[in-house]
């Protein structure tokens, strides 16, 4: 799943898409293409395998310019990665053009019935089918949004899906059931792009889609709708990430900047949620009372990957200090096996952007069993901050590198927040064991930045090791989820073989 970008207003409309597909870089793709409505009506598209600078190559040798479009950076599930196969995806006619995240999983018995009723399709991509979809409702008489809740309705799948038509000018149509997608507002614009780098340069006030609605842009504002064509209202929210934030800084990559980040993310996470003088813990306001957090019997880790490890560790913390018993899952283990939940559990749920499908299927699941949901997320607004009775929103900013790190550090001091709340309200923490506790996580920042400082000296330790081709990383007690984390980032970087192991004697 990558990126998508798509833009209707007064600005220059090719570099700012390009711009946005930049910043979603980050996420890999194949190949990468544009598609724009020019002032005399007409759709141009440009498309080019590989990065994002031979599509930029093929607009300088064909220049492009329009009104208002759409841009997409593609991984490609179905179909090779080759210039025809890239997106936006056009219809018989050219005047429909769309982008999409994600696998239409009936494409293949649409494609029958379309090419059956006189359809040409053109490339190998499951994509095309929902172009063709919508010209055939268009045809019918819908416009672009009433054509694109008809072709949702036959699609089965998971999508995130933009598109335009020249017979509706001035107007961009979403729709959404899985993959993430935001919306962004302004003043005589709109923005509508995968994530939110893409958009921040321009807007913080954004809307994110939430699973069956409809997005309508047009320069003058966003109307949401259901399937069905329901309006329906979703408060925008103030996105507090400066667009600096989202750029490198100096550093080389990403990932280098995030682990530098870490001191600032754990104290911004601890700011206002700790009073070292009475020893109380301050959880944001939430849905879930101090009655109800005292009288849960047990609590339930739901997560994937990186969180899953922070989940591991929270559960050392909880136990220990709330004496309460925890169980960890993995999102997609749990939807699968039928878990016993009942409402006397509080399920937390971690993920970083919020989005995480398993995890929130997984949620969905305890939800519906009776739980109370707790959402641990860096992300204000994004599904799992919505569908959850409260969250602790870990302020770590956002995360551009594949490979979580601050976020993971800003997991782990909210699981111990949670705990220290838990043991307080549940009276099974002495308010000076948790000051003390307290004056610990308040060091912790500084304690991370000597570590950072010996940054030489790492470095000059990897240069030793980086020819083995095997790693163990070995840990006791709550350092063995750390260790699990450790290998996960040396594979997920390196590619070179890495386990974690609990230490034995
Ligand atoms: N399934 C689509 C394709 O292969 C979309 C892939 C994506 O999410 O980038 O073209």
Redesign the pocket.
């Known amino acids: 799943?990558?990126g998508i970008v798509g833009y209707v207003g007064p600005k220059k409309v090719v570099p700012l898409i390009l711009d946005g597909l930049k910043r979603l870089e980050y996420r890999g793709y194949d190949s990468a293409g544009i598609a724009v409505v020019q002032s005399d009506g007409k759709l141009e598209i440009r498309r080019a395998p590989g990065k994002l600078r031979n599509l930029e190559e093929s607009i300088r040798a064909k220049p492009l310019d329009g009104l208002y479009g759409i841009g997409h950076t593609?991984?490609?599930?179905?179909?090779r990665p080759t210039e025809e196969?890239a997106?936006p995806h056009r219809d018989c006619s050219g005047e429909i053009v769309v982008v999409?995240?994600?696998?239409i999983e009936n494409y293949l018995d649409l494609k029958q019935q379309l090419t059956a009723e006189g359809h040409k399709f053109v490339t190998e991509?499951?994509?095309e089918v929902i172009a063709h979809l919508i010209e055939k409702f268009s045809k019918a008489g819908s416009n672009l949004e009433q054509s694109v809740m008809k072709a949702v309705k036959v699609m089965t799948g998971a999508y995130a899906l933009v598109a335009i038509s020249t017979r509706d000018p001035q107007k961009i149509a979403a729709a959404r059931l899985g993959p993430p997608i935001v919306v962004g507002l302004a003043e005589n614009e709109s923005f509508i792009a995968s994530d939110i780098p893409a958009i921040l340069a321009h807007t913080r006030s954004v809307i994110f889609m939430a699973d069956g609605d409809i997005a309508i842009l047009t320069p003058s504002g966003v109307q949401l709708t259901d399937f069905d064509g329901k309006p329906i209202s979703r408060p925008p929210q103030h996105i507090t990430w400066d667009p600096i934030m989202a750029e490198k800084g100096g550093y080389k990559h990403f990932m280098q900047k995030e682990i530098f980040e870490q001191p600032r993310a754990v104290r911004d996470t601890l700011i206002g949620r700790i009073s070292q003088d009475t020893g109380k813990v301050f959880l944001d306001d939430m849905d879930i009372t101090a009655d109800e957090f005292r009288a849960f019997e047990a609590v339930k880790l739901i997560a994937c990957g990186t969180s899953w490890h922070a989940a591991l560790a929270g559960k050392f913390m909880i136990e220990r200090l709330a004496h309460i018993p925890v169980e960890v899952d993995y999102g997609s283990e749990f939807r699968y096996r039928d878990p016993i939940v009942t409402k006397r559990d509080l399920a937390i749920a971690i993920s970083q952007s919020g989005e995480t499908a398993d995890t929130l299927a997984a949620t969905r699941e305890a939800a519906q069993k009776g739980a109370k949901i707790l959402g641990i997320c860096n992300v204000v607004g994004s599904m799992l901050t919505r569908e959850a009775n409260g969250t602790v929103l870990t302020h770590a900013g956002p995360e551009i590198g594949v490979a979580s790190t601050k976020a993971f550090t800003c997991q782990l001091t909210s699981l111990l927040l949670v705990a220290l709340y838990l043991g307080q309200v549940r009276g099974k923490l002495a308010p000076a064991d948790t000051i003390k506790l307290m004056q610990e996580l308040t060091r912790l920042p500084q304690k991370i930045e000597e570590v950072l400082q010996r940054d030489p000296a790492i470095e000059a330790l990897a240069r030793q090791l980086f020819r083995h081709t095997d790693f163990l990383y070995l840990g006791r007690g709550i350092h063995y989820p750390i260790a699990l984390e450790g290998a996960l980032k040396l594979k997920e970087i390196s590619y070179i073989h890495a386990e974690g192991y609990p230490q034995a004697k």
Request: charged share 10%.
């Open positions: 799943m990558c593609r991984w490609a599930t179905h179909g196969n997106h999409h995240n994600g696998i991509t499951d994509t």
